[in-house]
């Protein structure tokens, strides 16, 4: 493998403080980058200064969005040591999605040792207040200056980095969200279990609909039946109904999220009953009509968890929990941002220090 070489910025940025940064605005000084030559494989590991990317018009990025990426973060515990969770599930994850994309495997010890140096790299960024972290973008795109439908050739694979605050601005509050009955995100034997831009453009139609409705984010129904229940917005969905844990299975239009699936472990850890399976719109109306439809919450990297207050469908709202955070929605919360910021035991080992 070849060593990372690493060229330093001579005109450092001035870094924001305090907890109300905006997600996904504030760029670090540095980015990883590696180039993808056919015959020669992956090139040229580097950290250089965040700078823009120089590609041609015809670059098949544009024209056949060839690309995908990830979410992950860095975290600032009290003793100052900076962590990631979960970085080989995210690894892991993106190469399945270069693999359903037609995009070279990225070689996981390479990434991660990309990851680890970056992160390393930018420590002095990783903010240290209350709910902030260190957000991390990797994403691979196709670059073969040629207008023409086919695997690239070439390939750059980048990583950004952006210190955040809470994804949502009503922080951990409950939130609105709207059921879409027209548009759908993904359909089984598409890209929907991969982490591409196509998924999230098709999704912005409706969230903008959503937005000017008053409600913070969509509830998917698949693309088939525009029955069941898969997605809310950027996130994974669970729903707590008659004491049971209810979560749509990973059909193959659903990304298999990191958080999800740590959510889950837990829940089986604390005893708690969990279906992973069909749930229809129908089913979780009449929950909500019954009153058994007890908690519902969003799992993902961004917020972790965002439980959700209200559900509207077909013209008529439905309230859950009283509108209040659930015990349940609130005790995951707690014990995944207490693994990560190392406020609590990790007995999971899911954590890695850095620096």
């Not at 990309?114 to 709910?131: F, G, I, Q, R, T």
Request: glycine share 8%.
């Amino acid at each position: 493998m070849e060593k990372i070489r690493v060229e330093l910025t001579n005109a450092p940025k001035t870094k924001p403080v305090g907890d109300a940064i905006p997600f996904g605005t504030f760029f670090t000084d540095h980015m990883f980058l590696m180039n993808y030559e056919k015959g020669k494989g992956w090139i040229d590991p580097r950290i250089v200064p965040y700078a823009p990317i120089s590609l041609e018009p015809s670059a098949m990025v544009f024209h056949y969005a060839q690309e995908v990426f990830e979410g992950m973060k860095a975290y600032r515990s009290a003793d100052g040591k900076i962590r990631l969770f979960r970085p080989n599930e995210n690894i892991a994850r993106m190469n399945k999605s270069c693999e359903r994309l037609c995009i070279p495997a990225i070689p996981e010890d390479i990434f991660m040792e990309a990851l680890k140096k970056l992160v390393e790299m930018e420590c002095d960024w990783v903010p240290s207040e209350p709910d902030t972290s260190l957000y991390i973008r990797p994403f691979v795109i196709a670059t073969d200056p040629q207008v023409g439908v086919h695997a690239s050739h070439t390939y750059i694979f980048c990583i950004i980095t952006c210190p955040v605050g809470s994804y949502y601005a009503e922080g951990i509050n409950p939130v609105k969200i709207m059921i879409e009955a027209e548009d759908v995100r993904a359909v089984q034997g598409g890209t929907g279990f991969a982490k591409c831009g196509g998924n999230y453009a098709a999704s912005i139609r409706a969230g903008e609909r959503a937005a000017s409705e008053g409600f913070s984010q969509v509830l998917w129904l698949d693309g088939i039946h525009r029955k069941y229940i898969e997605e809310v917005g950027s996130m994974n969905v669970m729903f707590k109904i008659a004491g049971k844990i209810i979560t749509p299975r990973l059909s193959g239009s659903v990304l298999p999220g990191v958080t999800r699936k740590s959510c889950l472990q837990i829940l089986d850890d604390w005893g708690y009953i969990v279906e992973e399976r069909d749930i229809s719109i129908d089913e979780l109306v009449a929950a909500a009509e019954q009153g058994t439809l007890e908690e519902a919450w969003g799992t993902g990297t961004a917020a972790v968890v965002s439980p959700i207050g209200e559900i509207a469908y077909e013209g008529k709202s439905h309230t859950v929990g009283g509108f209040k955070i659930g015990e349940i929605t609130q005790k995951l919360y707690d014990t995944l941002t207490g693994i990560q910021w190392a406020k609590t035991d990790d007995k999971y080992n899911w954590t890695i220090v850095v620096c």
